[in-house]
T-cell receptor, first 113, second 114 residues
Framework: DQQVKQNSPSLSVQEGRISILNCDYT??????FLWYKKYPAEGPTFLIS?????DKNEDGRFTVFLNKSAKHLSLHIVPSQPGDSAVYFC????????????FGKGTKLSVKP | DAMVIQNPRYQVTQFGKPVTLSCSQT?????MYWYQQKSSQAPKLLFH???????NEADTPDNFQSRRPNTSFCFLDIRSPGLGDAAMYLC?????????????FGPGTRLTVL
């Protein structure tokens, strides 16, 4: 059973518009949520995170929203740029010192010029 | 630049022939992780080390072993690779003093089993 789900395998957006990537989770014990970005032939790189006690975190063009009651989070990229084209992974963490992450399958974002 | 390095980037082995993948880090992080990622799938945690303490995930096959001789290095040994073990193997690190639980990933080793 997948505890972290990214139901859209792919998303195509025009440059300058907003990209919205969605993630759902099943376990209310998750304490922390992270988004990673992955280019081909590279490892995932950390993008932005949010604690379960918050509902929004912003970093430049990237904003993550958390809706705990719906067990849903989303990543907004505004404005989208062609360099944002990558696979985006949502990950969840139970917290604690071990920091084990549970990943979703990823969403491939294509930003068209 | 502080980083996580994986060698080799591409590894080809034969069915049943043992293979070792290598990971090193210059971040001086306490925790090191090994993930397996198959095409279009989520990265799946195999095991991790917290300092010298080894933590195996319950569903990691016995065929997979790991060694961490020191803080900087961690190895993944696949004793008898099967065709189903062909995947990208990702190494990651995490510092325990981190404010956020972010993990830093290496570029991965793509394993092909013939």
């Amino acid at each position: 059973d997948q505890q972290v789900k990214q139901n859209s395998p792919s998303l195509s957006v025009q440059e300058g518009r907003i990209s919205i990537l969605n993630c759902d989770y099943t376990n209310s014990m998750f304490d922390y949520f992270l988004w990673y970005k992955k280019y081909p032939a590279e490892g995932p790189t950390f993008l932005i995170s949010i604690s379960s006690i918050k509902d929004k975190n912003e970093d430049g063009r990237f904003t993550v929203f958390l809706n705990k009651s719906a067990k849903h989070l989303s990543l907004h990229i505004v404005p989208s740029q062609p360099g944002d084209s990558a696979v985006y992974f949502c990950a969840a963490d139970y917290g604690g010192s071990q920091g084990n992450l549970i990943f979703g399958k990823g969403t491939k974002l294509s930003v068209k010029p | 630049d502080a980083m996580v390095i994986q060698n080799p980037r591409y590894q080809v082995t034969q069915f049943g022939k043992p293979v070792t993948l290598s990971c090193s880090q210059t971040l001086n992080h306490n925790v090191m992780y090994w993930y397996q990622q198959k095409s279009s799938q989520a990265p799946k945690l195999l095991f991790h080390y917290y300092d010298k303490d080894f933590n195996n995930e319950a569903d990691t096959p016995d065929n997979f072993q790991s060694r961490r001789p020191n803080t900087s290095f961690c190895f993944l040994d696949i004793r008898s690779p099967g065709l189903g073990d062909a995947a990208m193997y990702l190494c990651a690190t995490r510092g325990t003093s981190a404010t956020y639980n972010e993990q830093f990933f290496g570029p991965g080793t793509r394993l092909t089993v013939l």
